[in-house]
């Protein structure tokens, strides 16, 4: 499967400890995205790469979060200090940017539970 | 802020019916109008999109009618089949940004057999 896979699937931890979830986009996607879903509610969006570089952060990344994506590779999204706001789906995309509005494909997904 | 509205949030229709969601959005930046179907456990899948310039697209049984003026767009589902069952979310990207989705809420559909 050449798809986007995101590890783990799913990850419960304690108030205050760190998380880091790991995504794996299609090989050659230049752009990787990280989205945060609630239940109920759509994605929304958190961060994105053209390659290594980390080109916007949305509000929602507080200083608390930090991603990266070495050699423009895979990518990590770590989360320290956890809160139980954290709680949420965080699902990775990755795209090919030939022209505006390529499709991101998503992965299924990092469940995580902050108890 | 949420700068995609989207309606209804659930949606109950029969076999073979029309199944009708809507949005809107306030940001005339908007310039690209993707619709994504989620299922549990799966991240979102684009289904199909549509540019300002064009007031209906139709691939099979699904269609995105746009209002430019109205600033509004909608999907409609032709035959509606319980495979459809899913969660649609309407989404849009800013023609500056880094084409970044901004979602709608999300509209639970559920087709009944």
């Known amino acids: 499967d050449t798809g986007v896979s995101q590890n783990p699937r799913h990850k419960i931890t304690k108030r205050g400890q760190n998380v880091t979830f790991r995504c794996d986009p299609i090989?050659?996607?230049?752009?990787l995205y990280w989205y945060r879903q609630t239940l109920g509610q759509g994605p929304e969006f958190l961060t994105y790469?053209?390659?290594?570089?980390?080109?916007?952060k949305s509000r929602l990344l507080s200083d608390r979060f930090s991603a990266e994506r070495p050699k423009g590779s895979f990518s990590t999204l770590e989360i320290q200090r956890t809160e139980q706001g954290d709680s949420a789906m965080y699902l990775c995309?990755?795209?090919?940017?030939?022209?505006?509005?390529?499709?991101?494909?998503f992965g299924p997904g990092t469940r995580l539970t902050v108890t | 802020q949420q700068q995609v509205k989207q309606s209804p949030q659930s949606l109950i229709v029969q076999k073979g019916g029309i199944s009708i969601i809507n949005c809107a959005y306030e940001?005339?930046?908007?310039?690209?109008f993707p619709w994504y179907q989620q299922f549990p456990g799966k991240g979102p899948a684009l289904l199909i999109a549509?540019?300002?310039?064009?007031s209906e697209k139709k691939e099979g049984r699904f269609t995105i009618s746009f209002n430019k003026s109205a600033k509004q767009f909608s999907l409609h589902i032709m035959d509606s089949q319980p495979g459809d069952s899913a969660t649609y979310f309407c989404?849009?990207?800013?023609?500056?940004?880094?084409?970044?989705?901004?979602f709608g809420g999300g509209t639970r559909l559920m087709v009944k057999p």
């Open positions: 090989s050659e996607h230049n752009r």
């Open positions: 549509i540019r300002p310039d064009v």
């Open positions: 940001n005339t930046a908007f310039d690209y």
């Open positions: 995309a990755s795209s090919l940017e030939v022209w505006r509005g390529s499709e991101q494909y």
């Open positions: 989404a849009a990207i800013h023609n500056n940004a880094g084409n970044m989705l901004t």
């Open positions: 790469f053209q390659n290594e570089a980390q080109l916007e």
